[in-house]
């Protein structure tokens, strides 16, 4: 038996275990590795940086995922938040899943513990878990009021008596609707409140689904998509870059300048995503090698089959 | 403390899980259960609180808005699933579930078909657009089964598959990259959170 032979006959729990070291290790031992920004993720960015310090514009984030694909979308949600918060802008969030409403209170409060003014109400307002039912009379009601369309937030109290409402009535003003989804791609929002009052409506997405969303952002329908854990990483990138110093975005600054994740001035929650991609990095060469070696041991076995025969 | 022991209690129930690798075992089964009676015992209470006493139970009862009585009965028909010879009166509330879903349909049909048809009629500008033109005629003109897949024609069509190959390629390589990004989040929090290795 060759080595190949040996290869194409191999316990795939020792492919297992060697997985499991290509990721644990680059998460043990940290290092820099350099995170490039995608123009969907840059637009997202630019957008919601635009809305800082202002009283009439909010942003949403539609926490549409349970704990099964936190791994991927929860460092986005804390890199947007850490960023409205850091910006002051205005924040709703929203569920429409039972088992993402405590997702919501855990991602602001993860953000929170680093900005101890921001106050519910003032600076954001989580309004909680509302049933799947209400979907669609809570995503076109809010283009008329919404505080009609949602009347209490996740602690009850009346949205319309809250100090942020003072402002912000309906789409005009919270003009930008963010899904983080394990299933969908803000598809509803698209769908039925962009044609109507023209909210501007992004995605946080799994990577599964990032194939399926691209032609929504060649027409506009998505103004940008956060992929997986790299889209993750590079809204972490972004904000350290430019929120934190509270400067302009620029987009060729952001492309040829380098965030190092090694010091310990960022906290590990507010780069979680770029150490994982680092693991991602290392696990995707060993995958390339498991394809490229099985590749060169099926095409030998293949030739020597045909010689026998 | 508390937090401590919620990790412990969490970094059991992962590697429980992750010991299916190895082959199946009571750990694995255990915490399998565990998972699905604890989402439908978080779920109910909170359905509960969020859905029936904001919207049957007050409106009902201390608003006095009984005409919701009637959609509360249509609801509970859902029940009769369970019931072989009751099971059509099930169907009432289906009816109306389909009709919101109906809806959405001219919607639907605007913003996953209309836009993007609208999209790839543009005029060709640049390098993508014309890849993306090339790309939709031959996929369509792969789908059209009434003419045979030869010759010049055939040509086109093997054209529009290997577009299908890219993109089924792109596909399983984000789903790759998804399947990994879950295990690192399980693997961050053992190293980070409960090992505090980091």
New interface residues.
């Given amino acids: 038996m060759n080595f190949f032979e040996k290869l194409q006959a191999l316990d795939r729990r020792w492919i297992y275990l060697l997985v499991a070291l290509a990721i644990t290790i680059p998460l043990v031992v940290v290092f820099d590795s350099k995170t490039y920004t995608t123009t969907p993720t840059e637009n997202i960015y630019q957008l919601i940086d635009s809305y800082a310090g202002r009283d009439d514009r909010a942003i949403m984030i539609d926490f549409m995922h349970d704990a099964s694909t936190m791994s991927e979308l929860f460092p986005m949600e804390v890199a947007i938040l850490r960023h409205a918060f850091q910006r002051k802008v205005k924040v709703f969030t929203i569920c429409f899943l039972e088992t993402a409403a405590p997702l919501v209170d855990y991602a602001i409060n993860t953000v929170k513990e680093e900005f101890p003014d921001i106050q519910s109400g003032v600076d954001y307002i989580n309004i909680g878990y509302k049933p799947g039912a209400l979907y669609l009379p809570i995503v076109l009601g809010m283009g008329d009021d919404i505080s009609e369309a949602v009347k209490t937030d996740a602690e009850g109290r009346q949205l319309a008596n809250l100090p942020m409402m003072e402002k912000i009535k309906n789409y005009n003003e919270m003009n930008l609707v963010i899904e983080t989804s394990g299933s969908g791609f803000g598809a509803s929002w698209f769908v039925y409140a962009r044609p109507r009052f023209g909210v501007n409506v992004a995605a946080g997405i799994t990577a599964v689904m990032a194939a399926d969303a691209y032609p929504y952002i060649q027409t506009g329908q998505l103004v940008g998509i956060l992929a997986g854990l790299k889209g993750a990483a590079e809204y972490e990138k972004l904000v350290d870059l430019f929120a934190i110093h509270d400067k302009p975005f620029s987009r060729e600054i952001a492309r040829t300048t380098h965030v190092s994740i090694t010091d310990d001035t960022v906290p590990y929650k507010f780069k979680a995503a770029r150490i994982g991609m680092n693991a991602q990095t290392v696990v995707h060469i060993l995958i390339i090698l498991f394809i490229v070696i099985g590749n060169i041991g099926y095409f030998i076995e293949r030739r020597r089959n045909k010689e026998l025969n | 403390m508390l937090e401590n022991i919620s990790n412990l209690v969490a970094a059991f129930l992962t590697l429980s899980i992750f010991s299916f690798?190895?082959k199946d075992n009571p750990f694995y089964r255990f915490a399998e259960h565990l998972l699905v009676g604890v989402?439908m015992g978080?779920?109910i209470p909170?359905?509960y609180k969020?859905?029936f006493i904001p919207?049957l139970y007050t409106p009902i009862f201390l608003q006095r808005q009984y005409a919701l009585i009637f959609p509360a009965i249509l609801g509970t028909f859902f029940i009769f699933r369970f019931n072989r010879k009751l099971a059509w009166l099930s169907r009432y509330p289906i009816v109306f579930s389909m009709g919101?879903i109906g809806?959405?349909v001219p919607?639907?049909m605007?913003?996953?078909v209309l836009?993007?048809m609208?999209?790839a009629m543009l005029p060709i500008m640049d390098i993508n657009s014309f890849i993306?033109f090339i790309g939709t005629i031959t996929i369509l003109l792969y789908f059209f089964f009434s003419k045979s897949h030869e010759g010049v024609y055939g040509k086109f069509t093997k054209i529009g598959i290997w577009y299908m190959m890219i993109?089924f390629g792109?596909?399983f390589g984000?789903?790759?990259?998804?399947r990994?990004?879950?295990?690192?989040?399980?693997?961050?929090f053992l190293?980070?959170d409960f090992l505090k290795?980091?």
Avoid: K
């Avoid at chain 2, 984000?174 to 998804?178: E, H, L, N």
């Avoid at chain 2, 990994?180 to 961050?188: A, D, E, N, P």
């Fill in positions: 690798l190895w989402s978080y779920a909170l359905v969020n859905v919207f919101i809806m959405g919607l639907s605007h913003a996953s836009v993007q609208r999209s993306i993109g792109a596909s984000y789903t790759v990259m998804a990994l990004s879950l295990l690192i989040g399980r693997i961050q190293v980070h290795l980091i």
